[in-house]
């Protein structure tokens, strides 16, 4: 198993398309999800999930399901157990985020930076540049970035390599 959820190949983009169609209640339930591993730095089982949200298994499995088709969560072929809810990784990586809630981790680069717009909080990214491997902090207040720890530093893409995002320094 890799470091990143980003890394699945069996995960697609959310389109526009598909964001239209997504019933509000699966709406809810992501955004549950979504707090949850904001909060606990941690994805929460389905026996957690139906007694937080008083739904039956069989429901709270059919909108897991939804989700990962659509590409917003990502869980382990073998056990289905929630691994990731975009942006947020339920496993370490290399770039965590200090929250007023405490300790979590972002699936990547981008995961780390948008959590801004999501979620009304001022937090820290601490993460390493893929090339040199020397540490970088940026901060986030007011949703907006406030500090970096050097300059130099950007997101880039490597397509040739992989579809992963990653932060350099430069």
């Known amino acids: 198993m890799s470091d990143s959820a980003c890394d699945s190949k069996e995960t697609k983009s959310l389109s526009s398309e598909d964001s239209n169609h997504i019933l509000p209640e699966v709406r809810r339930f992501y955004s549950y999800l979504t707090e949850r591993m904001l909060k606990n730095g941690s994805p929460p089982s389905l026996e957690s999930i139906c007694k937080d949200l008083s739904i039956i298994s069989s429901k709270a499995f059919d909108h897991l399901n939804t989700l990962e ?14 691994v990731a809810v975009y942006p947020f990784s ?42 040199c491997k020397r540490d970088i902090t940026i901060g986030i207040n007011n949703r907006e970035i406030d500090y970096i720890s050097h300059e130099g530093i950007m997101v880039w893409e490597s397509f040739k390599t992989s579809s992963l995002p990653h932060i350099l320094c430069v």
């Open 69 to 82: 088709g659509l590409g917003a969560i990502y869980r382990r072929p073998e056990t289905r157990e929630i």
């Open 90 to 131: 339920g496993i370490r990586t290399k770039h965590r985020l200090k929250t007023p809630y405490g300790i979590t981790y972002a699936n990547c680069a981008l995961d780390a930076l948008c959590i801004t717009h999501l979620f009304d909080i001022d937090y820290k990214i601490f993460t390493e540049c893929h090339v």
